[in-house]
Protein backbone atom coordinates (compact mmCIF):
# COMPACT_ATOMS: atom_id res chain seq x y z
CA UNK A 1 0.00 0.00 0.00
CA UNK A 2 1.14 4.03 -0.06
CA UNK A 3 0.54 5.83 2.93
CA UNK A 4 0.63 9.75 2.86
CA UNK A 5 1.05 11.44 6.08
CA UNK A 6 -0.10 15.23 6.15
CA UNK A 7 1.71 17.69 8.98
CA UNK A 8 1.65 21.48 9.55
CA UNK A 9 -1.76 22.47 9.99
CA UNK A 10 -3.60 24.59 12.34
CA UNK A 11 -5.06 28.14 13.41
CA UNK A 12 -3.19 31.36 11.97
CA UNK A 13 -4.13 35.09 11.97
CA UNK A 14 -5.24 36.35 8.59
CA UNK A 15 -2.35 37.25 6.66
CA UNK A 16 -0.22 35.07 8.17
CA UNK A 17 1.62 32.01 6.98
CA UNK A 18 2.00 27.76 7.43
CA UNK A 19 3.47 25.84 5.06
CA UNK A 20 2.14 21.97 4.93
CA UNK A 21 4.38 18.52 4.20
CA UNK A 22 3.08 15.44 3.06
CA UNK A 23 5.10 12.75 2.92
CA UNK A 24 4.57 9.45 0.83
CA UNK A 25 6.28 6.46 1.84
CA UNK A 26 5.41 2.37 1.49
CA UNK A 27 5.19 -0.24 -1.74
CA UNK A 28 5.86 2.72 -4.24
CA UNK A 29 7.28 2.55 -7.63
CA UNK A 30 7.14 6.30 -8.75
CA UNK A 31 5.21 8.98 -8.19
CA UNK A 32 3.29 11.04 -10.95
CA UNK A 33 1.65 13.92 -9.98
CA UNK A 34 1.55 15.62 -6.42
CA UNK A 35 -1.00 17.57 -4.82
CA UNK A 36 -2.97 19.56 -2.19
CA UNK A 37 -6.97 19.79 -2.22
CA UNK A 38 -9.40 21.09 0.28
CA UNK A 39 -12.65 20.84 1.77
CA UNK A 40 -15.24 22.48 3.87
CA UNK A 41 -18.20 20.74 5.04
CA UNK A 42 -21.12 20.88 3.17
CA UNK A 43 -19.12 21.28 0.27
CA UNK A 44 -17.06 19.59 -2.41
CA UNK A 45 -13.36 18.57 -1.77
CA UNK A 46 -11.86 21.06 -4.29
CA UNK A 47 -8.07 21.55 -5.98
CA UNK A 48 -5.69 23.53 -4.69
CA UNK A 49 -2.57 23.22 -6.23
CA UNK A 50 -0.65 20.39 -8.25
CA UNK A 51 2.58 19.68 -9.47
CA UNK A 52 4.09 16.84 -12.00
CA UNK A 53 7.12 14.91 -11.57
CA UNK A 54 8.96 17.31 -13.72
CA UNK A 55 7.79 20.29 -11.63
CA UNK A 56 5.08 22.12 -13.54
CA UNK A 57 1.97 23.15 -11.37
CA UNK A 58 -1.30 24.37 -11.54
CA UNK A 59 -3.06 26.48 -8.92
CA UNK A 60 -6.53 27.42 -8.06
CA UNK A 61 -7.48 31.09 -8.97
CA UNK A 62 -8.16 31.83 -5.30
CA UNK A 63 -4.75 30.96 -4.02
CA UNK A 64 -2.35 32.18 -7.28
CA UNK A 65 0.79 34.64 -5.93
CA UNK A 66 -0.19 33.33 -1.99
CA UNK A 67 0.42 29.51 -2.50
CA UNK A 68 3.34 27.95 -3.31
CA UNK A 69 3.70 24.22 -4.33
CA UNK A 70 6.81 22.12 -4.05
CA UNK A 71 8.27 18.54 -3.89
CA UNK A 72 11.27 16.50 -3.23
CA UNK A 73 11.33 13.50 -5.53
CA UNK A 74 14.41 11.78 -3.39
CA UNK A 75 11.62 11.58 -0.19
CA UNK A 76 8.54 11.58 -1.92
CA UNK A 77 6.88 14.51 -0.21
CA UNK A 78 5.44 17.60 -1.55
CA UNK A 79 5.15 20.53 0.80
CA UNK A 80 2.25 24.28 0.39
CA UNK A 81 3.61 26.87 1.34
CA UNK A 82 0.63 29.41 1.82
CA UNK A 83 0.70 33.04 2.98
CA UNK A 84 -1.40 35.94 3.43
CA UNK A 85 -4.04 33.33 4.22
CA UNK A 86 -7.54 34.77 4.41
CA UNK A 87 -10.60 33.20 6.54
CA UNK A 88 -11.73 31.77 3.48
CA UNK A 89 -8.65 29.37 3.29
CA UNK A 90 -10.50 27.71 6.26
CA UNK A 91 -10.79 23.82 5.27
CA UNK A 92 -9.18 20.32 5.91
CA UNK A 93 -6.71 20.25 3.38
CA UNK A 94 -5.73 16.92 1.92
CA UNK A 95 -3.01 15.48 0.26
CA UNK A 96 -3.19 13.37 -2.85
CA UNK A 97 -0.71 11.53 -5.13
CA UNK A 98 -1.00 9.37 -8.14
CA UNK A 99 1.84 6.23 -7.61
CA UNK A 100 2.21 3.31 -9.19
CA UNK A 101 3.02 0.27 -6.70
CA UNK A 102 5.83 -1.71 -9.79
CA UNK A 103 6.66 -1.25 -13.03
CA UNK A 104 3.50 -2.72 -14.75
CA UNK A 105 0.94 -2.02 -12.20
CA UNK A 106 -1.51 0.71 -12.92
CA UNK A 107 -1.38 4.34 -11.26
CA UNK A 108 -3.97 5.02 -8.70
CA UNK A 109 -4.72 8.16 -6.63
CA UNK A 110 -4.00 7.71 -2.88
CA UNK A 111 -5.08 10.43 0.00
CA UNK A 112 -3.65 11.69 3.56
CA UNK A 113 -5.77 11.52 6.24
CA UNK A 114 -6.33 15.56 6.31
CA UNK A 115 -4.85 18.12 8.17
CA UNK A 116 -7.10 21.23 9.38
CA UNK A 117 -6.18 24.29 8.21
CA UNK A 118 -8.11 27.36 10.29
CA UNK A 119 -7.48 30.86 9.63
CA UNK A 120 -8.92 33.12 12.31
CA UNK A 121 -8.74 36.31 14.26
Known amino acids: QVQLVESGGGLVQPGGSLTLSCAAS????????MGWYRQVPGKQRELVAVITSGGSTNYADSVKGRFTISRDNAKNTVYLQMNSLKPEDTAVYYCNANARRAILSPSSNYWGQGTQVTVSS
Open 26 to 33: GSIFSINA
